[in-house]
């Protein structure tokens, strides 16, 4: 496959699996856990024109604490994102957007980002074998263990974690195009350093259906279980367990995690 080839062959899998919904249907959110304290509408951020944003705060975590809001968002791609949206951003101190997009769909669709937040692009998967990019409509089981596999991947997931704790006086949000997959990816391990349990990082990634009107099943505009559950394994295959995927696939160390968790909750 020439390169040309693959650009379109992964146009048409944003397209399909990593970007536009579908006409949203009326959907429940998935059943909250015991340490769900903000519920789905409450989280959800008043941003017309950008798909599945939220503060990925309102957790309790296995030790009792809390993960603050207001600090990190995660959202699809901003590209429409109207005036008021931006004004909303600004009011909320969003200093830092990273897009973890490939360079083409940034180039198709851009971003409007908030007069007072700086743009970072972070591509995740861009390393990815062909066979990956010609899965990816799926947003799949392969994929998602590319997310774990794919040459640079890790710095790039990694790279999103850091910028949380450094940005000192402000809020950081991070999407892909529809923000549930590469994005949903970067928050399972986000809320597991933070120490919220499996099931709630479950819950968590499946409210991209509830808000994206995503049927059970459907793949293109929502996600499934299986997939996150393949990252979670790779992780586990490629490194013996998601702790040192932590320490020797992300680089981060301990003190790295106390700073996150410190920066993160009350």
Request: glycine share 10%; with cysteine; charged share 20%.
């Amino acid at each position: 496959m020439n390169g040309l080839h693959l650009i379109l062959a992964f146009t048409t899998a944003v397209a399909v699996g990593l970007g536009a919904a579908g006409t949203a249907a009326a959907v429940e959110p998935p059943a909250p856990t015991a340490a769900v304290i903000v519920g789905a509408d409450e989280r959800a951020l008043p941003l017309l024109g950008v798909e599945n944003a939220r503060d990925i705060g309102g957790y309790r975590t296995v030790d009792g604490r809390q993960v603050r809001t207001g600090l990190v968002y995660r959202s699809g791609e901003l590209s429409k994102a109207s005036d008021e949206a931006l004004a909303y951003l600004t009011v909320h101190r969003l200093r830092l957007d990273d897009d973890l997009r490939l360079g083409f769909e940034i180039a198709a669709a851009p971003d409007r980002v908030a007069p007072l937040a700086t743009y970072r692009t972070i591509d995740v998967v861009g390393q990815a074998s062909p066979e990956v990019i010609r899965s990816a409509y799926a947003a799949g089981p392969e994929l998602y263990r590319a997310f774990v596999t794919t040459p640079g991947a890790n710095e790039g997931f990694a790279s999103v974690l850091h910028d949380i704790i450094d940005t000192a006086d402000g809020s950081v949000l991070y999407h892909c195009s529809s923000g549930k997959d590469r994005t949903g990816w970067t928050t399972a391990v986000l809320l597991t350093l933070l120490g919220v349990d499996r099931d709630t990082v479950y819950y968590d990634y499946l409210l991209s259906n509830y808000y994206r009107g995503a049927a059970p099943g459907d793949i293109a505009d929502g996600v499934v279980a299986t997939a996150l559950d393949a990252a979670f394994d790779q992780a586990n295959q490629s490194y013996g367990s998601f702790d040192n995927y932590v320490h020797e696939g992300l680089k981060f160390t301990d003190a790295d995690i106390a700073a996150l968790q410190a920066k993160m909750l009350s």
